[in-house]
């Protein structure tokens, strides 16, 4: 929003809410309704239901955040979560259980979403 004023014009708050993280749609197979990746980019399955696009974005711009802020991070072997080192491919990482990684714990409270809801059906 622009106001004119004595020096001019000055710059307000926006009313319309903005955002620049990608989201891309691509299949990701069973069971995986989102990723996201180390450059803030957000993959949706491109098999999961439009209605719950928003759900699946809120809880991948929870690990977005996450990285962003230095807690989260991982490369092709490991998970890194506040100072522990996870495999990545361990049935541990790969379970994506909130009981058993705090990074989905946080990601899970924050946005609302649930583990293992079966009414995405993906």
Known sequence: MIKL??????????????TNTPIYQRDLGPGVLGESLRNGVIILNEKLDPKFHNEV??????H????????????DNYVYWRGETIPKHSARAL??????LGYEAQAYQLSGTKYKDTKYNV
Do not use: R
């Open 64 to 75: 977005v955040a996450q990285m962003k802020s230095g807690e989260l991070d991982y490369d």
């Open 95 to 100: 379970s994506g259980d909130p009981k058993k």
């Open 5 to 18: 004023n004595s020096k001019g014009f000055a710059m307000g708050p926006s009313p319309y809410q903005t």
């Open 57 to 62: 974005k809120g809880h991948e711009e929870v």
